[in-house]
């Protein structure tokens, strides 16, 4: 599966923003999908989950009542709606798919920038 991620910019503290994760090249609702971030000197670090099955979700605890992530199946499109950002949250994002434990497809990300 190729996934391409869009949606992110420049924003102040407290705006909200959308990042989208496109999917192409295999049946989308195969995959349990998850966002990720990196931010400059950091590792990478989960933020978001949401399953194939019944579309349930998980949430690292830095985001957790302020972000929401999506899935349109039929669009074959993972949303993660950010609100309330913080200058904390300026990363590169990447979404990702996996088919059992590990995520072993990557978007390209998209960066994040939340000014103070």
């Known amino acids: 599966v190729q996934l391409q991620a869009s949606g992110g910019g420049l924003v102040q503290a407290g705006d909200s923003l959308r990042l989208s994760c496109a999917a192409s090249?295999?049946?989308?609702?195969?995959?349990?999908m998850g966002w990720f971030r990196q931010a400059p000197g950091k590792e990478r670090e989960f933020v978001a989950r949401?399953?194939?099955?019944?579309?349930?979700?998980n949430y690292a605890d830095s985001v957790k009542g302020r972000f929401t992530i999506s899935r349109d199946n039929a669009k074959t499109t993972v949303y993660l709606q950010m609100n309330s950002l913080k200058p904390e949250d300026t990363a590169v994002y990447y979404c990702?798919?996996?088919?059992?434990?590990?995520?072993?497809?990557w978007g390209q990300g998209t960066l994040v920038t939340v000014s103070s």
């Open positions: 990702a798919a996996r088919e059992t434990t590990r995520y072993n497809f």
């Open positions: 949401i399953t194939r099955s019944d579309g349930s979700t």
């Open positions: 090249g295999r049946t989308f609702s195969i995959y349990d």
